[in-house]
């Protein structure tokens, strides 16, 4: 959320990218082949060097929407921010290209190189075509839109496949998990025994359980590049001078334009389609928002909240006063293995502002804007 809501007046226009993984799958080079770790500026002896490298990096201090996003830690757990300041991290070439036209500066320390294919375009292009052939109605374009959609994150699936334990008792539970405690990813106890679910960083203890281990066909370097050519694409909608972006999704932008012709279709690959026009909007956070469309169509969306919960325009309106929260209860199915049944629970659920993104402005109390977030080499805010 950049900023959490127009003046009046502002009418507000809502695009999504049209399968925006599918498209830059289908249009970019991906890394392929046995990968060649190197140290140094790779840059200064292969110019067109493809891969991963590990900078430190340096953001200009003059971006709204900072472009490249990093991992912080805070007593909350891992937060993922675009800040603004000097930082190291590793970053797909071609995204590191794309910020070094925003005025990031890079100095290589190592990474890895790969070569460069397009291995996609023949999938996603037939797949494609039999969603564009069928309607949404049709089991084939459901299909098609999952093995679309799905198969990026196939290849950028966590490697170490949870395992399966059944203990015949506590005591012998007891004993294993003394020395595993860190591996439980959970765990249930069934009458007299132990059902445990663990993950292990040793390979060693893991094929000695269980033999060779499985083959997956993970491939990181792939799930990675995709994602990074993805916020390429949607690096065009950020500090751009032909309209005020209010809000940014994975997809989509909301601005106070309307977008050329040449940017926008309904159904190919890679353009943006209107989604709405809006009256009136307030945001509040990712994932976190209220819509009147110019037909008066109202349209919220609270992420985590279930949307049975009726919230109005003016819930909204009230929680960008400073310190405002609302509170609603709403109903959260849980399992018990154990005994092997559901049970229905009421929970509190709190809706406010939050700057785990970027941080918050006030003006007499009122929010009014964000600004990125300013870190240091140790990753740490220094404008909280």
Known sequence: MYIPRPLKGTKIFCYDVNSLYPFVMDQFDMPVGKPTQFYG??????????????????????????ILQTHIK????????????????????????????????FEILWGYKFNRKNIFKGYVGQLYNLRLK?????????IAKLLLNSLYGRFGMDDRFPKIILFNNFKDFKF????????????????????????????????????????????????SAITAYARIHMSQFKNNPNFILYYSDTDSAY????????????????????ENILDKAIFLAPKVYYLITETGEHIYKVK???????????????????????????????????????????????????????????????????????????????NK
């Open 176 to 223: 294993w998990f003394n020395d595993h405690s860190e591996d439980v990813v959970d765990f249930e106890e069934l009458g007299n025994k132990v059902l445990v679910q663990h993950r292990s960083e040793d390979w060693d203890m893991q094929t000695e359980l269980y033999g060779d281990l499985e083959t997956h066909n993970v491939n990181i370097a792939i799930a």
């Open 255 to 274: 601005i106070d334009r309307v977008l050329p012709d040449n940017m926008v279709s309904s159904t190919a690959l890679g353009k943006m389609k209107l």
């Open 74 to 105: 805070t007593k909350n757990g891992m937060r993922t921010i675009a800040p603004l300041g000097t930082w190291e991290d590793m970053i797909f070439s071609e995204e590191m290209d794309n910020a070094l036209k925003f005025g990031y500066k």
């Open 134 to 142: 069928y309607p949404k109605t049709n089991p084939l374009n459901l």
């Open 41 to 66: 500026d790779i840059r200064k002896i292969d110019p067109n060097a493809f891969g991963f490298f590990y900078c430190k990096i340096v953001a200009p201090d003059n971006l709204k929407h900072p």
């Open 304 to 382: 985590g909240l279930s949307h049975d919960i009726e919230l109005t325009f003016d819930n909204f309106e009230d929680l960008l006063f400073k310190d405002s929260f609302l509170k609603r209860i709403q109903t959260k199915w849980r399992r018990n293995l154990s005994e092997g049944n559901m049970s229905i629970l009421n929970e509190v659920y709190t809706l406010q502002v939050t700057n785990n993104k970027r941080k918050l402005i006030y003006e007499n109390n009122n929010l009014i804007g964000t600004i990125p977030y300013i870190i240091n080499e140790e990753k740490e805010i220094l």
